[in-house]
């Protein structure tokens, strides 16, 4: 079976910034492992009206370490 994601209690993940972005980074990494075994290495990403930083600039830079072309 695949891996599962498993996510921690409001009083085991610190609400900081910085948790957020560390976990935004693993998401884009997840989606990297997805896509490529789908056979899919050239994306395009929209991020619709959000500015490209935090949580957004982190879920990319995750695709991109994953091995995702943007």
Do not use: P
Request: proline residues 0%; hydrophobic residues 35%.
């Amino acid at each position: 079976m695949g891996k599962t994601l498993t996510y921690a209690n409001d009083s085991e993940v610190n609400d900081s910034k910085s948790a957020k972005v560390d976990i935004a980074f693993k998401v884009g990494e997840l989606i990297a492992q997805k896509a490529k075994k789908l056979g899919i290495k050239n994306v395009v990403f929209d991020k619709s009206s959000y500015k490209y930083h935090g949580r957004v600039k982190s879920v990319a830079d995750g695709a991109r370490k994953g091995g995702l072309e943007f």
